[in-house]
């Protein structure tokens, strides 16, 4: 299976700072006959089912504010998030769907500084 | 609007079973595969499976096999998760998530990102 690392662990910013989270992944989930990256980004809040954020690497999902962007490609990958909010405190995930395993990264939990 | 709606927490024995249903709503059942997730308590996202909605045909990750069991009704579009010999360690709240269904390659089909999940199932494993 994929590993998928983020760093850091957790992350403290000011309300209004920009927050940026990053996701390794152990091969490249770049598909090359369609020139995708097979990357997603989820947001949980305490006591709620994870919400996707972002698709295909850098595609906001619906009703995300544009605040969230991701980027990156092949193994690399980043989400961030331009001016935090109070409301944006949570674990964010990333996870692959190139390969059979669809993992996720191990969470990263961004706090208010 | 899509919904994925599932079964109240469960409190089961050592040893005992458990069935979860997530029913979904707002959507052609068909046109999505259904993934199961497991979060044990403080910890992070841990992927199960999924099954083809389509075909019926179910897909374990490493670790759940044996003991799970993926499975639909498709007259009410919902799909279960059923745990046999429950072990103190399966205690954990178990999500299902909806996924676009992507190419198949003769018996192999894939699947993308998770685009919408159920609100969670706790299940509770103790004597």
């Known amino acids: 299976d994929i590993v998928m690392t983020q760093s850091p662990d957790s992350l403290a910013v000011s309300l209004g700072e920009r927050a940026t989270i990053n996701c390794k992944s152990s091969q490249s989930v770049l598909y090359s006959s369609n020139n995708k990256n097979y990357l997603a980004w989820y947001q949980q809040k305490p006591g709620q089912p994870p919400k996707l954020l972002i698709y295909?690497?850098?595609t906001r999902g619906s009703g995300v504010p544009d605040r969230f962007s991701g980027s990156g490609s092949g193994t690399d990958f980043t989400l961030t998030i331009s001016s935090l909010q109070a409301e944006d405190v949570a674990v964010y995930y990333c996870q692959q769907y190139y390969g059979a395993g669809y993992t996720f990264g191990q969470g990263t939990k961004l706090e208010i500084k | 609007q899509v919904q994925l709606v599932q079964s109240g927490s469960e409190l089961k024995k050592p040893g005992a079973s458990v069935k979860v249903s997530c029913k979904a709503s707002g959507y052609t059942f068909s046109s999505y595969a259904m993934n199961w997730v497991r979060q044990a308590p403080g910890q992070g996202l841990e992927w199960m499976g999924w099954?083809?909605?389509?075909?019926?045909?179910?897909t374990y990750a490493q670790g759940f096999t044996g003991r799970f069991v993926f499975s639909l009704d498709t007259s009410v579009s919902t799909a279960y998760l059923q745990i046999s010999s429950l072990k103190a360690e399966d205690t954990a709240v178990y999500y299902c998530a909806r996924a676009p269904l992507g190419y198949c390659s003769g018996d192999e089909c894939y699947q993308y990102y998770f685009d919408y999940w159920g609100q969670g199932t706790l299940v509770t494993v103790s004597s």
């Open positions: 295909w690497a850098s």
């Open positions: 099954i083809n909605t389509i075909t019926g045909n179910p």
